[in-house]
């Protein structure tokens, strides 16, 4: 399976700085320039706003370790989860890859399955908050910007499928649903699975204990952390309108949600394009246009986001 998936990476990896080269060229070096350097020195000012948003998250992190937390430092923690972040730019396996890095270097200091389930209960609230987020972005899309019939409907679906997850989440809580070790028991049928989870069966009961616990027995640190990540998505869409404000165009904030919430969408092909690489900032470039942005404005939103990410991410390494 790793041999198959190699090759494919590879190619969609040369395919998206192929396709980087060919924006680049279609905005025209002389616009890239200009908005760069409109964004000068003041794109200090957005990668200081991406290290906020970089610590919200971390703050919300922190609390679903509980009472673990006094074990492991606010500057630890902070660098474990942007160098989870940075293997995560590789796709759906490097972000696999990251979390299960964030478990074996929390592993030393705290339980094993205190370390899971917060893991698992972060990734679960920042995805839950940006379903919210891009719900809320796509409604402002349909509001704020008028589209065609078909892609109305597409937008109208999108809002429907979003809803329908929070929902379905939401019972999950609630009523204590059995999802892990549902999961696991499903995953046990297969033969060549068998012998793994039935040695992993009373870590698994554990670990579901703590998720389905944390909501029940510490509503607090439950509500704290969903809010906190709410929060940082908060911070991404002021990031946006910021950089946008910066380039010298006018947009309101609910059209910064829009793109933002669209932004997401376009996130979801890294998990098959290896750092996101030219998928990222053509997309960028498409929802600019939406907004009435020239493409060399919607190429360097598109830039200063990835430059904010990297720099951020780089300086963790130092701290591990």
């Avoid at 992993?200 to 554990?206: A, E, M, T």
Wanted: charged share 15%; aromatic share 8%; net charge positive.
């Amino acid at each position: 399976m790793m041999k198959t998936r190699f090759p494919f990476r590879l190619l969609a990896g040369i395919f998206g700085v192929l396709l980087l080269v060919f924006l680049i060229r279609r905005a025209g070096l002389a616009g890239l320039r200009e908005s760069i350097a409109a964004l000068g020195w003041r794109l200090s000012l957005v990668i200081a706003l991406g290290g906020v948003g970089h610590v919200v998250k971390t703050w919300a992190w922190r609390l679903t370790l509980l009472d673990d937390k006094r074990e492991v430092s606010f500057a630890r923690i902070l660098a474990l989860r942007l160098a989870s972040e940075a293997v995560g730019q590789l796709g759906f396996l490097g972000q696999m890859f990251g979390e299960n890095l964030r478990v074996l270097l929390l592993s030393s200091t705290i339980p094993l399955a205190s370390g899971i389930a917060s893991v698992t209960l972060d990734r679960a609230f920042f995805i839950l908050s940006g379903v919210v987020v891009s719900a809320a972005g796509l409604i402002a899309v349909l509001v704020a910007c008028p589209l065609p019939h078909a892609l109305s409907l597409c937008a109208g679906l999108s809002i429907s499928i979003f809803l329908g997850v929070i929902l379905v989440a939401g019972l999950a809580v609630r009523r204590r649903w059995p999802v892990v070790s549902g999961t696991a028991g499903i995953l046990g049928r297969m033969r060549f699975l068998r012998a793994w989870t039935e040695r992993q069966r009373p870590l698994i009961h554990l670990v579901e204990q703590r998720l389905l616990n944390f909501y029940h027995r510490t509503p607090g640190a439950f509500w704290g952390s969903f809010v906190l990540n709410l929060a940082s998505h908060g911070v991404a869409i002021f990031e946006v309108y910021l950089i946008v404000h910066l380039l010298g165009a006018k947009i309101t904030f609910v059209a910064a949600l829009a793109i933002e919430a669209l932004t997401k969408t376009i996130n979801i092909v890294g998990l098959f394009n290896p750092g996101n690489i030219g998928t990222y900032e053509g997309g960028n470039m498409l929802i600019a246009k939406m907004f009435g942005l020239t493409a060399a404005a919607g190429l360097t939103l598109g830039l200063a986001r990835r430059s904010e990410e990297h720099t951020s991410e780089l300086q963790s390494l130092r701290h591990l």
